[in-house]
Nanobody, 116 residues
Framework: QVQLVESGGGLVQPGGSLRLSCAAS????????MAWYRQAPGKQRELVAA???????RYVDSVKGRFTISRDNAQNTVYLQMNSLKPEDTAVYYC??????????WGQGTQVTVSS
């Protein structure tokens, strides 16, 4: 079993920045994809950014140029640097990990609120 622990959420003013972290621990075999999803009230969960084991990244259009995903494979950690935050970025952000040939896992979620 793999556990994911997220940190870094909080309240920030529009235009501000936050950095989310997610550390995977437990019986880790081989991580393929590490990603961040978010879910705003009344909306479906959406993929924000993902990075595969070859460090190829993709982003939802609404965050391109503002958010950057990165990962530290030695530490089994994924980060999401969020700049120029907007009120519409307000959501619960979830870490997601897909292991090769095993399964996928979700973090417990961390709240990000962008408000003046």
């Amino acid at each position: 079993q793999v556990q994911l622990v997220e940190s870094g959420g909080g309240l920030v003013q529009p235009g501000g920045s936050l950095r989310l972290s997610c550390a995977a621990s437990g019986n880790i075999f081989s991580i393929n994809v590490m990603a961040w999803y978010r879910q705003a009230p009344g909306k479906q969960r959406e993929l924000v950014a993902a990075m595969n084991s070859g460090d190829s990244a993709r982003y939802v259009d609404s965050v391109k140029g503002r958010f950057t995903i990165s990962r530290d494979n030695a530490q089994n950690t994924v980060y999401l640097q969020m700049n120029s935050l907007k009120p519409e970025d307000t959501a619960v952000y979830y870490c997601y990990v897909l292991e090769n040939g095993r399964g996928d896992y979700w973090g417990q979620g961390t709240q990000v609120t962008v408000s003046s």
